[in-house]
């Protein structure tokens, strides 16, 4: 707005006025606008890596959005339930004999692999020893931070029942188990990141 | 990342208290005092301690 007049972006600024009149300035106010935006301050991410490097910038960007005031939800499916996993360290979880191979494989935060560069487990220690002495936060710091910020952490339940796991598996933190369709009822008007 | 530690020792805090944030030149120094001011906390002061580190008050 510039004098009052209302100026070329000010089309997005109501909601309403980008369905039925896309084309034509819409005349708002500042209020207006910032209502449009306080209401999109939401973010979604869909957590599928269980990947040391991964996960930390899925943490990094929940709470990076949680401490300015965002609304974060978290869905954690296949490889990213070894995020959420209450029982740190590698064990024989699980009902059958492979979903025991993979809760001895995943083994929760302390043992994630990085995407590349793992060197069997050489790859995240360098990068966690990188990342201390830049002062920059670890994964756990920024997992408890999550759940500081009041971060909404959920579970898929596919891959929850493929991999053999139950509720009773993950943190109490995590708020509900759900499918793709109450997910995207959640994420609706906010932005979603796949990582 | 610095203000996130922010935000989580000042949800700790009760009103009217202070909580000083040390921390480094560049992205913090520029990020927390305008989040803090966003959020509706009090940002008392901005200095200069030594170096490339800043101490900055808020109350709550």
Redesign the interface.
């Known amino acids: 707005m510039v004098n009052g007049i209302p100026q070329q972006g000010y089309v997005k600024c109501h909601k309403r006025a980008i369905a039925h009149m896309p084309e034509t300035p819409y005349l708002c106010t500042q209020n207006q606008t910032d209502k449009v935006m306080a209401e999109n301050k939401k973010l979604s991410i869909i957590a599928f890596s269980g990947d040391f490097d991964k996960l930390t910038a899925v943490f990094?960007l929940g709470?990076?959005a949680?401490?300015?005031?965002y609304e974060v939800n978290i869905f954690f499916t296949f490889w990213g339930l070894d995020a959420i996993k209450k029982k740190q360290g590698r064990s024989f979880t699980g009902g059958n004999w492979l979903t025991k191979i993979f809760g001895f494989m995943m083994g929760g935060l302390k043992v994630t692999p990085t995407s590349r560069f793992n060197f069997l487990g050489a790859g995240p220690k360098i990068f966690r020893y990188l990342m201390r002495k830049n002062n920059?936060?670890t994964l756990e710091e920024l997992v408890e931070?999550a759940k500081?910020?009041g971060i909404n952490l959920y579970a898929c339940e596919m891959a929850m029942h493929v991999l053999g796991l139950t509720k009773e598996d993950f943190i109490p933190e995590v708020k509900d188990v759900l499918g793709v369709a109450s997910f995207l009822n959640l994420s609706e008007g906010g932005q979603t990141l796949f990582i | 990342m610095t203000f996130v530690k922010t935000k989580i020792e000042l949800s700790k805090l009760s009103e009217g208290d202070i909580l000083e944030v040390l921390l480094a030149e560049g992205e913090p120094l520029e990020n927390v005092p305008r989040n803090a001011k966003e959020q509706g906390y009090n940002v008392l002061s901005v200095e200069h301690v030594e170096g490339t580190t800043h101490r900055v008050t808020i109350k709550k």
């Open positions: 990094t709470t990076g949680a401490a300015v005031g920059v936060a931070a500081v910020l």
